[in-house]
């Protein structure tokens, strides 16, 4: 379901979304989606840093007992 809305933005930016695409609500839409869809990722990617930071010398042992073994004769 969509919903009307209004909003306040500069002449110029209008300008700019309207070289880009006549459809106003088209492009804003897209762009919000995006910007949204990023702030996920960038989210979703400081969770995983921190999991990682959280396991990081037991990771690391793990690693450095892979190989040793791995060590050729």
Request: glycine letters at 0%; hydrophobic letters at 40%; proline letters at 3%.
């Amino acid at each position: 379901m969509r919903v009307k809305t209004s909003i306040t933005l500069p002449k110029s930016l209008l300008t700019r979304l309207d070289s880009a695409d006549k459809n106003r609500s088209a492009i804003l839409e897209r762009a919000a989606i995006a910007y949204l869809a990023r702030l996920e990722r960038e989210a979703r990617d400081r969770r995983d840093i921190e999991i990682i930071d959280r396991n990081a010398d037991s990771l690391n042992r793990e690693a450095m007992d892979t190989l040793e073994y791995q060590q050729l004769p």
